[in-house]
Nanobody, 124 residues
Framework: QVQLVESGGGLVQAGGSLRLSCAAS????????MGWFRQAPGKEREFVAA????????YYSDSVKGRFTISRDNAKNTMYLQMNSLKPEDTAVYYC?????????????????WGQGTQVTVSS
């Protein structure tokens, strides 16, 4: 089992920045590729970014590429999502997830463990 806890969400004006964190406990963090997803009201869960177990490979959705940066610190069992140039359409609940079988995926059903989510609200 892996337990994931997100933090760092909040209310920010358009153009601002936030840094999300995902703290992991349980099985060794370095064994898992990790991902960020988000879900806005009335919409399906959407892929944001993913990172391989070593951090050597990163993947982004087109909607956040160039604005968001995913990273991880295996010594601290923590993953991050630096979000810059935020837009109102980035408003959603953001979830982190752990994947034991892939190098990083954009498919939610390939992830084994999920956090409870953290709300990000971007005002215009």
């Amino acid at each position: 089992q892996v337990q994931l806890v997100e933090s760092g969400g909040g209310l920010v004006q358009a153009g601002g920045s936030l840094r999300l964190s995902c703290a992991a406990s349980g099985r060794p963090f370095r064994n898992y590729a990790m991902g960020w997803f988000r879900q806005a009201p009335g919409k399906e869960r959407e892929f944001v970014a993913a990172i391989s177990w070593s951090g050597g490979r990163t993947y982004y959705s087109d909607s956040v590429k160039g604005r968001f940066t995913i990273s991880r610190d295996n010594a601290k069992n923590t993953m991050y999502l630096q979000m810059n140039s935020l837009k109102p359409e980035d408003t959603a609940v953001y979830y982190c997830a752990a994947d034991s079988a892939h190098y990083g995926s954009d498919r939610p059903n390939e992830y084994d463990y999920w956090g409870q989510g953290t709300q990000v609200t971007v005002s215009s």
